[in-house]
């Protein structure tokens, strides 16, 4: 019994009937409706490639090794910082530390951290004195700069910066001894004065270079006046 094939059914030949088979089977055209939107993305990435502008549609891969730490990204050496202020806090040249470090590589987040924490210990009773010591250390080693290069000194804005910024570290340490032996009028002036001069000394020292001669008066008298009004802010006089 003998069926005949019909539309896509399938026609068993004998391989002893045909010598040869061959032939060919064409792909059906099938289309993907993705939406309106798929084909507008099409239609402005073809737009922007035909006009020399495909690589606006780049994407760059991140490296996963090339990530820095946080520390590194902002440019933040805490031990350069840790190196600078035992500079500061001991500015006697016998005691062998290389004290020009800190006016030869100037940073920023060293300098605002010790005027930070100046503040903070300023905010007792007296939270207001906080952005206005910051704005004193700005325009006041501002007005430093430009004494210091009117002088003839060879100094930038960021080196200024920094020393007057570290140099509060003497009024930080005497800040405590002040709360402890504030009764006592004659020891409590004797400590703040000890705390400017130790400050204002730290300062001119990195500031005042041979090159002012004999004008070194004429920028240690500022330096000196600038760290008594640090101190003032703090003690509220």
Known sequence: MQFSPTNGDFTFVSSTDSEELSGTIDAPDITLNMGPDSTRDAYATTFLRQRGYGWL????????EDTKPLLEELDIDLKDIYYKIRCVLMPMPSLGFNRQV????PDFWGPLAVVLLFSMISIYGQFRVVSWIITIWIFGSLTIFLLARVLGGEVSYGQVLGVIGYS???LIVIAPLLLVIGGFEVVSTLIKLFGVFWAAYSAASLLVGDEFKTKKPLLIYPIFLLYIYFLSLYTGV
Do not use: G, H, I, W
């Open 57 to 64: 549609l780049e994407v760059e891969e991140e490296d996963s």
């Open 102 to 105: 800190v006016r030869d590589n």
């Open 168 to 170: 509060l570290l003497p």
